[in-house]
């Protein structure tokens, strides 16, 4: 994993999203084979290549792009099956040609990337689409919804449907976000589904990686402390939960959590010493 690993280190990195991406699916398929689909991804670049020209505009390369990707190829939304973390996986969205908004959108870019086009991620609220701009033609793209096209003003109504909060005075959501961004929203989904679906051991995975990431988070400390007595790592646990007492020395859960590194030195004390 050490792509990925460099590019949630990087706070600035604008790491390519290909193979960071499908490391982190080998969270759910531990024998991913990562070039496989980093052909893939160039062979529809190629096929998408030979539909476009060099003095063709912004407006044209989007049409044509969605035309391929969305009408031709069939890549959509998986409305049927949203929380399946299979949706949050790149090489999935690749080989079975649905996903949910991010992964779709790691899709688009990484095509637009091989063709030097601009599109960037925008990380709304509940709802991630791109974003095309080469200065004279813009646009923002919903990928999960076939490429629909939209303006700005109607992003900020999609955020506020989806999200259930007013962000029309945040322009900054519209900002284009980097790699580090994109591949830690990707791992904060899988991180609810698999609390979701009790799956400790993926957990503790993506929690590692976000700790790689954000070191100094707070909260990650104390959900893997949690995650590592589920799965009876209990001195991981321990220095877990006084990581977060330290990140964290005002938490009003303070005395609960003192309380459960006591119980568990109590009960690693009464474990038959190593011969």
Do not use: W
């Amino acid at each position: 994993m050490q792509s990925l690993l460099e590019a949630l280190k990087s706070e600035t990195s604008q790491t390519p999203l290909d193979v960071p991406s499908l490391e982190l699916a080998a969270i759910e398929f531990p024998s991913i084979i990562v070039p496989h689909f980093v052909e893939i991804l160039d062979s529809h670049a190629v096929e998408l290549s030979e539909r476009i020209s060099d003095d063709m505009d912004g407006q044209e390369y989007v049409q044509i792009a969605n035309e391929y990707l969305f009408d031709e190829l069939g890549f959509t939304g998986n409305d049927d099956d949203y929380y399946n973390a299979h949706n949050s996986c790149l090489n999935e969205v690749i080989a079975h040609r649905t996903g949910i908004p991010i992964s779709l959108s790691v899709l688009y870019i990484e095509i637009a990337r091989r063709l030097a086009k601009p599109v960037f991620g925008i990380a709304l609220p509940g709802h991630f689409v791109v974003k095309y701009d080469d200065g004279e033609y813009e646009t923002y793209i919903d990928v999960f919804h076939g490429g629909r096209l939209m303006t700005a003003e109607e992003c900020l109504e999609l955020a506020a449907d989806t999200a259930g909060v007013d962000v029309a005075a945040n322009a900054a959501i519209l900002e284009p976000v980097g790699s580090r961004q994109i591949l830690i929203r990707m791992l904060n989904n899988l991180r609810l589904i698999y609390f979701r679906t009790k799956e400790h051991y993926k957990t503790a995975e993506v929690l590692n990686l976000l700790i790689e990431a954000m070191p100094g988070s707070a909260d990650e400390h104390l959900q893997r402390a949690v995650v590592s007595g589920q799965l009876r790592r209990f001195r991981a646990a321990v220095r877990d939960f006084q990581e977060y007492l330290r990140l964290a020395p005002e938490s009003p859960n303070r005395g609960e959590i003192e309380r459960q590194i006591e119980l568990i030195q109590k009960y690693l004390d009464q474990l038959p010493k190593p011969r």
